[in-house]
């Protein structure tokens, strides 16, 4: 079943970068939304900026790492429109400077690209069963397809895989389970990568394009689906690329 517009939408992540644009993108076609994420100004500007009668769009900050602050973000949305239509997992962290195995606490990328969306699904799936419709969203990434750095493919691979295993479960049911993997977007994740990148609105549409029709994987820009194919196909060929990916990435670290 399509979801129709004017359901309401829990987006995590929404106070800057591929979120914020989601939010911008997803409050124009009518969605009610709750914003989630931990900066409560930035998120409390964008919600008044959406909808300044605070109506339709409200903002809830959230640590999505933390059990109490996840049920207190579903219980508010409850509390405010009823029940959660459709989640959107879309808060994330990389390791961005230096190497995983250097960061003091690499394993937070797992609590929040891959614990934390496993546990709101959790608590938002009941309801969507005993209705029989619903939508989780899950924002993956080419690095679930293409593995680059050791933690943040560790999370997305593992996303991708949740993603697909509970879509297969839900067959039937009239839950729907979607997968958007976005290459480099410019965003807060990305400052620092010296790319040409699309804006996070590419991804922002690409999910509303999924709310209304459900899809396994949706790869954006569509230009990545070549890296994703090459890797498949061919990873010796990869493999030869990835010194030189990590010698300008890390040009500061060589030796280490
Ligand atoms: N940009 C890219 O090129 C790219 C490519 C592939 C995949 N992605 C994925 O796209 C998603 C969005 O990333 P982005 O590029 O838009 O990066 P971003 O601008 O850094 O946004 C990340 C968002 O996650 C939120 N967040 C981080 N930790 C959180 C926590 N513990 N609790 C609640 N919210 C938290 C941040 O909000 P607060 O700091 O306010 O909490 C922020 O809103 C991520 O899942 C990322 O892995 C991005």
Excluded: C
Excluded at 85 to 104: C, K, M, Q, S, Y
Excluded at 153 to 177: I, M, N, W
């Amino acid at each position: 079943m399509t979801l129709s517009r004017r359901q309401t939408v829990l987006l995590t992540g929404a106070s800057s970068g591929i979120g914020r644009a989601t939010a911008h993108e997803l409050a124009a076609r009518g969605y009610r939304l709750v914003l989630a994420a931990r900066r409560e100004e930035e998120l409390a500007a964008l919600a008044r900026e959406l909808d300044p009668s605070g109506s339709r769009v409200v903002a809830v900050p959230t640590d999505v790492t933390d059990d109490t602050s996840r049920r207190a973000l579903v219980a508010a949305t409850q509390e405010h429109f009823g029940q959660v239509d459709v989640l959107i997992n879309n808060a994330g962290v990389t390791v961005e400077r230096g190497w995983w195995w250097d960061d003091p606490d690499p394993l937070r990328v797992l609590r929040v690209n891959l614990e934390a969306p496993i546990e709101l699904t959790r608590l938002v799936l009941p309801g969507m069963r005993a209705r029989g419709a619903g939508h989780i969203v899950n924002i993956g990434s080419v690095a679930g397809r293409v593995p680059f750095n050791g933690m943040y493919s560790a999370s997305k691979f593992g996303l991708r895989g949740f993603s697909q295993a509970l879509r297969r479960e839900l067959l039937g049911t009239g839950v729907q389970v979607s997968l958007v993997s976005p290459g480099f977007v410019r965003s807060e994740m990305t400052r620092a990568a010296r790319l040409p990148m699309p804006g996070p609105e590419v991804i922002a549409r690409a999910v509303a394009g999924v709310l209304e029709r459900p899809r396994r994987e949706v790869v954006a820009p569509r230009a990545y689906a070549l890296p994703i194919l090459l890797d498949a196909a061919l990873p010796g060929l990869v493999d030869r690329v990835a010194p030189l990916v990590f010698r300008r990435r890390y040009a500061h670290e060589r030796g280490k």
